[in-house]
């Protein structure tokens, strides 16, 4: 039996969720017992995002083929089972890279080249390539309809239906339909302009998924489906709520899998979702708090960290915590006058994670110091690790000057240089070590009680790595290497054995931890943090009782 396709668009207003969306739908009809595999197609013109801002586009997503990625592909990764790749996330930039070799190449036999059918063939291909082996194909198209960008891929989806027909293709739209507070009224009409910029590109949307604060009424729903051609019983109510992983269970009442299937005339098993429902109940009935302070250099942009936080969501929920974050500008523990201690001292765990360039670098040394010399667990990831090693041979080994290439290329000791094999590459896009590297654990450290294993795979992104000329200076003063690539080329896991807990790994973790399946260290890091915190705060509640007792408050008032 040939994939069915379901293709979700988005209007009104950008970040109304098409990412959570697509990986619920998909979530839900794994649950039933069907295969799923997700893409996205992002219109910008760049080849990926690996070169833009984490200001601008938010985190970067890295796939076992070492694919940079959008956001979203950690999203369906986390909900489903799907195996993503580089064929799971275009841009228009790689759709007209292809395109344009292929007339170089004269692979048009000298015709014009043109957005029909040339560029529109191309993106269908890359539909029908994931489409491979699966039940159903989920298309996520980025940005808002209507937008110049997006028009290309809107026609392929177009198409698709023209050429597979309504039993095999599915149109979801995600929409707004606002609460104007003035009024004390939800207003329907950004929803029907839409669905009519829709309908003006010849796609009329099947299921509409309608993102609200509040649930709508029966006549609002009516209203919709009216204005906008649907089946009310497709009119959606995507309420707004407190967690992510409660999507699936509000699509599941709403019977957004029971509507899909109709539509697409598939037959399934009955939904379970159980494992999600136990998840959803843990989220809401936490038996503590736990509060972890990230020190980072992107950190008014919490899309910058996306996977970092779920993963440490994930860590708590296997520990039946609530996840406090806060999020610490590096920057704004440099100086004298910075009061660190002040800033760092409430936290039950202290992680720092990736990034790139000198900004805040010096802000993220005082954080590892804090942490290594007050006993507070520590969790160093890619800059994290390589940060950590640059405190310990500034401030243990006694190299005043330590440091790492990429922040100051004259340093006399250059603990941290740049990957062998990039040297005399000075091209960003594509050029670092990513994807998947195995790595081999020495037994009877930290990383072996977390892992229960001496071989591990895990993601990567990064352009620098320790300089093993350091390894015999650093071992001596106590710092362990306790991962290693298997032919012992590269550091990949560092930690100080006298420590309760302090440990960096080169790579991201965080890529591959789902709510079902926590990463191991992220759950081990966060049930240090929780301990850490009740010794904490036994002894600070003790201190307060001595202090209170003390000969000399007798008789003071």
Not at 259 to 276: F, I
Not at 547 to 553: A, L
Request: aromatic share 8%.
């Amino acid at each position: 039996m040939s994939a069915k396709y379901i293709f979700v668009t988005g209007g009104v207003v950008s970040s109304l969720g098409k990412g959570l969306a697509a990986a619920s739908i998909g979530c839900l009809l794994e649950s039933r017992g069907l295969k799923v595999n997700l893409m996205k197609f992002d219109p910008y013109l760049n080849v990926d995002p690996g070169t833009m801002s984490p200001f601008q586009h938010g985190e970067v997503f890295v796939t076992d083929d070492g694919a940079e990625t959008d956001l979203d592909l950690g999203h369906y990764e986390r909900f489903t089972h799907a195996k993503l790749s580089r064929d799971n996330n275009w841009t228009t930039g790689r759709i007209y890279e292809q395109i344009i070799a292929k007339e170089r190449r004269g692979d048009y036999l000298g015709k014009t080249v043109q957005v029909i059918p040339h560029v529109t063939n191309e993106i269908k291909a890359a539909m029908k390539k994931v489409a491979q082996d699966v039940d159903v194909a989920i298309v996520e198209i980025g940005g808002t309809v209507g937008d110049i960008e997006s028009l290309p891929f809107m026609e392929a989806i177009r198409q698709m239906r023209q050429e597979l027909g309504r039993e095999h293709t599915l149109f979801v739209h995600v929409t707004l339909v606002p609460f104007i507070a003035a009024a004390q009224e939800l207003k329907t009409k950004p929803t029907q302009h839409s669905v009519k910029e829709l309908l003006s590109i010849g796609i009329q949307p099947d299921i509409l998924l309608c993102r609200t604060d509040r649930f709508l009424a029966k006549d609002i729903k009516s209203k919709i489906a009216l204005f906008c051609n649907v089946e009310e019983e497709a009119v959606i109510t995507a309420k707004d709520v407190a967690s992510i992983y409660e999507v699936p269970l509000v699509f599941a009442r709403e019977n957004v899998d029971t509507l899909a299937l109709k539509y697409l005339h598939v037959e399934a098993k009955e939904r379970d979702l159980s494992k999600w429902e136990d998840i959803v109940h843990r989220v809401y009935n936490p038996k503590a708090d736990v509060t972890i302070g990230i020190v980072g250099k992107y950190v008014e942009y919490e899309d910058s960290y996306k996977s970092l936080k779920e993963a440490l969501v994930h860590g708590a929920l296997a520990h039946n915590l609530k996840l406090q974050v806060n999020w610490i500008e590096a920057e704004g523990l440099e100086g004298a006058d910075s009061q660190y201690e002040e800033q760092l001292q409430d936290y039950d765990g202290i992680l720092v994670p990736g990034g790139f360039g000198k900004r805040g670098i010096e802000g993220m040394l005082v954080a590892i110091r804090y942490a290594r010399e007050k006993k507070v667990p520590y969790f160093g990831i890619c800059l994290g690790m390589q940060t950590a090693c640059v405190e310990f041979a500034r401030n243990v080994c006694g190299l005043a000057d330590a440091n790492s290439s990429e922040f100051d290329p004259a340093t006399p000791h250059r603990v941290i240089y740049k990957l062998r094999e990039l040297r005399g590459v000075e091209e960003l896009g594509g050029t670092m070590r990513l994807g998947a590297w195995p790595c081999k654990i020495e037994p009877g450290t930290l990383a072996y009680n977390v892992y229960g294993k001496l071989e591990i795979s895990e993601r990567h992104r990064h352009r620098y790595e320790f300089n093993r000329e350091y390894e015999e200076t650093l071992t001596a003063g106590g710092l362990r290497i306790s991962g290693s690539t298997p032919d012992g080329t590269y550091v990949e896991m560092v930690e100080i054995p006298e420590h309760p807990y302090f440990i960096g790994c080169q790579f991201h973790p965080e890529f591959k931890s789902k709510p079902l399946e926590p990463h191991p260290l992220f759950k081990a890091f966060v049930g240090a943090a929780y301990e850490h915190g009740l010794k904490r705060r036994s002894e600070k509640a003790a201190a307060e009782v001595e202090m209170f007792h003390r000969p000399e408050k007798v008789g003071r008032r």
